[in-house]
């Protein structure tokens, strides 16, 4: 069997055809769920970002937030942006003694920290530069109307920093065409795969904000559980 888990952060359910938005265009997506076991009544175990993706990766609660621990080098650390403890089993882990070979393909900078723990269990794991906060080219290089068509009068200087960054980053870019299928922008999104030779296909794909915990369908294609709270990637 082939398993494939995308997750978006962040994508709202109401800028999705399959549940009635008929002004964004998702036909890929649409497609897919069309073939696929919906949820309809989902809700995320915790948020944001890495919370709701430890959660993900190990079907365990991180809400509420306790214990929390300083991590070198980490610039921005909100409740709960912890990494995943060192007595919790991962899913990549648990599917690489089952024989699995696993791969991690990111754009969402953290998860790459060392310190994060997301990489136990995964043979190959890529991270695609160029998100949020990644100092992957200088800002300098972010041209001037570009940042103040993305930010707003009253926004900080962190912020205008980040768009700035972000900017920078991105500049050759060309929409999907130059950075699909591997990442979006300038939604974050991360997936793994893991595949065994000789068996079936199936595929999950689920937003970030997703609780880690349901009813796993026994005879689907597919599963497309509903995207929830968030900014349109």
Not at 66 to 76: A, D, I, S, Y
Not at 97 to 108: E, F, H, K, P, R
Not at 135 to 144: G, I, Q, V
Request: aromatic share 8%.
């Amino acid at each position: 069997m082939n398993v494939v888990l995308v997750i978006l952060d962040s994508l709202r359910k109401d800028h999705l055809g399959v549940y009635g938005n008929d002004r964004v265009r998702t036909p890929n997506l649409d497609a897919f769920a069309g073939e696929s076991f919906r949820f309809t009544r989902a809700y995320p175990e915790s948020l944001p970002t890495i919370c709701a993706r430890r959660a993900i990766h190990t079907g365990l609660r991180t809400f509420p937030f306790r214990n929390r621990v300083e991590l070198p080098g980490e610039t921005f650390q909100p409740a709960g942006w912890q990494p995943i403890p060192e007595d919790q089993v991962t899913l990549s882990e648990t599917l690489v003694a089952a024989g699995y070979s696993t791969v991690l393909y990111s754009d969402t900078q953290p998860m790459f920290h060392p310190s994060m723990n997301f990489q136990r269990g995964f043979r190959v794991f890529d991270w695609i530069r160029g998100q949020e906060r990644d100092r992957y080219r200088p800002k300098s290089m972010a041209p001037k109307d570009v940042v103040e068509r993305n930010t707003v009068p009253g926004n900080d200087e962190g912020m205008i920093s980040k768009v700035q960054q972000h900017v920078a980053n991105t500049r050759d870019r060309q929409g999907e065409r130059t950075t699909s299928p591997r990442a979006s922008s300038p939604g974050g999104w991360s997936s793994w795969s893991a595949r065994r030779r000789g068996s079936r296909s199936s595929s999950c794909s689920t937003p970030s904000t997703r609780t880690s915990r349901g009813t796993r369908p026994r005879s689907t294609r597919a599963c497309t559980p509903t995207a929830t709270t968030g900014p349109t990637p």
